[in-house]
């Protein structure tokens, strides 16, 4: 099993300076006169390994929203320690830590910076990013608990979203982000031969899907073998994903639940529709502010947290 595959992404900031962090929120264009490159080097650190690498995109992605859904956006997952949040069932698969880290821009922020860059450059929309973030001081896999499972249930997904002051809508869009997503067989392989104890696949699953799925995911075959989340465009940022769970092509069963609860399934509907041009701008609308909303949970700014010199350490 692919179970921690770090790749480098060195976010170098060449301007070292100790930034006015008085601020008691966030704002677009925080770094603009105490780092005025910060988000232009962001980008380009993170285009130059999109281009060797595209899968790196949706590393990046999961990794600011595991970030944000446990002690909120500190960065708090780039901690390494045998106890620490990346070490977490959750965690394990997350890609794109930094090695190198300076005390002017936040962990907290290069996470939500990279994470725009990454959908950007994967076809999806750009959005300005409320920066000012600290970094937090505690990083504990015990408080993985929070994050949404593969296994949850509309009902469970929903309280852990709500509990973040997420709704059901942001819930649907957030959860879009597996347009771009990869998962391994081991997570869903139990839909295909043993769904819910009964030794018979989950009825949910379009049958030629199904078909697809079991050849690429023997029964008994290699757990940690890549499956794309989205099963025709995995590397474009668009609306096929919510296609699929409405045609019983989703991989995850958290994914293909959307489409039985009544509420989540008419957000399904109105991304996935018929007319592909319209719906897509329409996502690409909606993805912007569920992200921005996402990325305010629980933040530390001002005087709270501090700086990591080096991401992966605290000060």
Known sequence: MEAVRLISVLIVLGIVIT???SQGGLKTGFYSSSCRKAESIVRSTVEAHFNKDPTLAAGLLRLHFHDCFVQGCDGSILIAGASAEKTALPNLG???FESLCPGVVSCADILALAARDAVDLSGGPSWGVPTGRRDGGISSSADASSLPSPLDSVPTQRQKFASKGLDDHDLVTLVGAHTIGQTDCIFFRYRLYN???TGNSDP???????????STCPKDGDGSKRVALDKDSQFKFDVNFFKNIRDGNGILESDQRL??????RRIVENYA??????????FDFE????MIKMSSIEVKTGTQGDIRKICSKFN
């Open 204 to 214: 949910s699953i379009n049958r030629v899907f199904l078909a697809q799925l079991q």
């Open 94 to 96: 997350l890609r794109g």
């Open 259 to 264: 489409w039985g609860d009544s509420s989540t």
């Open 195 to 197: 769904f819910t104890s």
């Open 287 to 290: 993805f912007p502010k569920a």
């Open 273 to 282: 529709g018929n007319i592909r041009g319209l719906l897509g701008l329409r």
């Open 19 to 21: 930034p006015a962090l």
